[in-house]
């Protein structure tokens, strides 16, 4: 019975930790088709297919971010509303992106989710190393994309 208990205490703390990413990740997925839309300028058409490439990968993440809460047990949330609240991404600046301005603010915004994602680790594993392990291959493409940014505007 206290087991149960514990467990049940592990995974509602481990829900506290991925509900917020999962707000960040569904977030920055959005940004990334907003950086793909409204970019503009010489290096257009690579940018154009590296913003897709990029929200595809934080489509397939959210997607095993959430359902890895209801293999917890706990629902996931994906409302609109509960990701403008719970979400730690800055907002896309509006109209139109030159790429390197472009390029910046995604830049910016995929470091800081690599740092909160990784400073989420060790909490994770304390808690559940399952959903560390998770976190730990979500980061490894987050700072991937985060390289690739990186070098655009080197
Ligand atoms: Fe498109």
Redesign the pocket.
């Given at each position: 019975m206290k087991d149960a208990k514990s467990a049940k205490h592990a995974a509602r703390a481990t829900a506290a930790v991925l509900a917020p990413a999962l707000a960040d990740l569904i977030d920055l997925s959005l940004a990334c088709?907003q950086a793909?839309?409204n970019l503009e300028g010489p290096f257009f058409s690579p940018l154009?297919a590296l913003f897709?490439a990029m929200t595809d990968e934080y489509r397939a993440w959210y997607d095993e971010v959430a359902e890895r809460l209801l293999a917890l047990g706990v629902p996931a949330d994906g409302r609109s509303s509960t990701v403008a609240a719970k979400s730690r991404v800055e907002e896309m600046p509006s109209g139109r992106l030159p790429g390197p301005k472009a390029v910046e603010a995604m830049t910016e915004r995929v470091e800081s989710l690599a740092k909160r994602l990784r400073g989420d680790l060790d909490r994770l594993g304390d808690l559940d190393p399952v959903s560390q392990d998770m976190v730990i291959g979500i980061l490894a493409g987050v700072e991937k994309q985060a390289w690739m940014l990186r070098v655009q505007n080197a």
């Open positions: 088709k793909h839309w154009h897709d």
